[in-house]
């Protein structure tokens, strides 16, 4: 249930509407934008008499809303999310890039590898330090290691960062190196993660599951919120079909629908949508033309010696010539790049 309140109202009344939510046993979430501030009200709502609150001083009108995700909704909050990484914004005018490799594998790698894509013009460093593989004979990432490594990569070139926990027991140790907490495809509907994240305040990148709905995608993120953590990124990253020449198959659809059902700002993976190199800078180009908030790409100095995902990750020269034709298309769909 979404109570909006009356413009330029004094803070006593919200205050009051609120302690009645919670003396009645509601989780009460605000939103507040130019003009109203917004009650997200969860709970047992379906038993509430909505004429109790309409008749409160300060309330303008009292809305159930249909969707069974609440925060995530536009109804909740009617403006965009911008999610502030301090050397850039995303959800906002601005497309974001960001890349780097699928896992750190030493200090060499990383560098190289940060150095290239910060030169070319990404703001924020992506680098695996836990990896959730199929095989569990496959290397599985450098831990703390990788961690520090990144966060010293990130801070020599100006880089914000980003970087997966895939288990409760690893966010502690993340929060001190990495300024983006990313929770992986296979992740997304792992609950007490997504609750744990939620509250902490950092921001959040929520991959779309392999084969979740994009209804599923929005509730694991309303897990997130309700935790109080509101800093969510979106990002589809190709659904699995029965299609078998790519990877995944990437749902450029996607980027519209959730754009109408929700103010949460999305970006897209094509690396991982497609797990070939030829086919990333395609889509990252279709990806922008359809209105993605920003780009995740796999980046690697030498791909073919990658330890990880070397088969879809981009060479240095190429990630230079992608972000040149980034600079073509995205003024073209009246944004800029940051």
Not at 100 to 125: D, H, S, W, Y
Request: charged letters at 25%; aromatic letters at 6%.
């Amino acid at each position: 249930m979404i109570i909006v309140m009356e413009k330029s109202i004094d803070q006593e009344k919200i205050e009051n509407v609120v302690g009645k939510l919670i003396s009645r046993g509601f989780d009460v979430h605000r939103s507040t934008g130019s003009d109203h501030t917004i009650l997200g009200v969860v709970g047992d709502v379906a038993s509430l008499d909505t004429r109790e609150f309409e008749l409160l001083d300060g309330v303008q009108e009292v809305v159930r809303v249909s969707e069974p995700f609440k925060l995530t909704s536009h109804t909740f909050k009617r403006e965009r999310t911008v999610v502030d990484l301090g050397v850039c914004k995303v959800g906002g005018r601005d497309v974001v890039v960001m890349a780097g490799p699928c896992t750190i594998e030493n200090e060499k790698q990383l560098f190289g590898t940060a150095r290239a894509v910060a030169k070319a013009g990404a703001k924020v460093l992506r680098g695996g330090a836990y990896k959730p593989r199929t095989s569990p004979y496959s290397f599985q990432g450098l831990g703390i290691e990788g961690l520090k490594m990144l966060r010293a990569a990130g801070k020599e070139f100006g880089m914000t960062t980003i970087s997966e926990v895939m288990e409760i027991s690893q966010i502690e140790s993340a929060l001190e190196y990495v300024d983006v907490l990313q929770i992986g495809a296979r992740n997304m509907q792992n609950f007490n993660l997504l609750s744990a994240v939620g509250q902490v305040r950092k921001p959040v990148l929520l991959k779309r599951g392999m084969s979740a709905t994009i209804q599923e995608w929005l509730l694991a993120a309303e897990y997130i919120m309700a935790g109080g953590n509101y800093e969510i990124i979106l990002c589809e990253r190709g659904i699995r079909t029965f299609e078998t020449y790519t990877r995944n198959t990437l749902d450029i659809s996607a980027i519209p629908v959730v754009q109408k059902l929700s103010h949460l700002p999305i970006i897209v993976d094509p690396s991982h949508a497609t797990g070939r190199r030829d086919k990333v800078m395609p889509l990252t180009r279709a990806s922008v033309a359809a209105g993605a908030d920003g780009v995740l790409v796999e980046v690697h100095i030498e791909p073919e010696k990658a330890l990880c995902d070397g088969p879809q990750s981009l060479y240095p020269e190429q990630f230079v010539e992608l972000m040149d034709e980034l600079r073509i298309i995205v003024p073209a769909v009246r944004r800029t790049l940051a």
